[in-house]
């Protein structure tokens, strides 16, 4: 009869010894994890989640600070548009105001020429000149204003002759009446005190036109001296100051 304790084989018995040999080693692998955790890796954890709590913080404050920066940059936005827009109106009305004291002194001009004020020699005279360009190309629409002083009480009439001074291919070159209105007669003028004239002329093409030159004719009247005007300077008739009809 065999025993029921018998000794177990030397096969088994190495396998039993090699299991709790590998037991043993994961325990000291598992404990020797733990320690390294413990003593290592947990502090430099608990750190790093400080180091996270700490720049979180510091991120709110300073998104706080960028949308209060914001709200300052906005607001300085808004002071300089109100102070831009403030002096441009401040622009403009200075630029109002400087062109109806220039209207002013032309109608004051005006009056002191047509009343002697100003001592001249010559009872007629050409007050102003107007241009502005009309349809076709090359044709201008002049205007003129022409006084004589209140103390001469006889009728001025007569005719006004001009030409324009420029550079024609690059050379100067005088263009009289007969070129610039193709024929038509030289406007007329009839009037005691005050009156306006007009005519159209036609500049060529490729003529630059410098100077406008203009000479009254007039019959028993001193009519003065030639008068030059800058053709540039000649100013449109609704931005010219412009006496009212004469008789």
């Not at 750190?47 to 709590?53: L, S, T, W």
């Not at 610039?180 to 009037?191: K, N, R, T, V």
Request: charged share 25%; with cysteine.
């Amino acid at each position: 009869m065999n025993n029921a304790f018998s000794q177990p084989s030397p096969r088994l018995y190495r396998r039993w010894r090699r299991a709790a040999m590998l037991s043993l080693l994961a325990a000291a692998l598992l404990a020797a994890t733990y320690a390294l955790t413990a003593h290592h890796v947990a502090p430099r954890l608990a750190a790093a989640e400080a180091e996270n709590r700490r720049l979180a913080t510091g991120l709110e404050q300073s998104l706080a600070r960028l949308d209060r920066i914001r709200g300052r940059v906005a607001l300085a936005d808004q002071r300089v548009d109100v102070l831009t827009r403030a002096n441009a109106l401040l622009r403009e009305s200075e630029a109002e105001r400087q062109a109806e004291i220039t209207r002013l002194e032309a109608d004051l001009d005006f009056y002191r020429r047509l009343g002697g004020a100003l001592g001249e020699r010559s009872p007629l005279t050409v007050q102003q000149v107007a241009r502005s360009e009309t349809g076709p190309a090359g044709v201008h629409r002049l205007v003129f204003t022409l006084t004589q002083n209140l103390r001469w009480s006889q009728v001025a009439s007569g005719t006004v002759r001009l030409r324009i001074e420029g550079v024609r291919d690059g050379r100067p070159a005088t263009l009289g009446w007969s070129t610039l209105a193709g024929g038509s007669p030289p406007p007329a003028f009839q009037f005691k005190y005050f009156q306006q004239v007009e005519c159209l002329v036609t500049l060529p093409e490729g003529f630059t036109p410098l100077r406008l030159i203009v000479d009254l004719d007039a019959e028993d009247v001193d009519a003065g001296p030639t008068q030059t005007f800058e053709w540039a300077a000649l100013a449109p008739p609704e931005e010219a100051t412009l006496a009212p009809p004469g008789d």
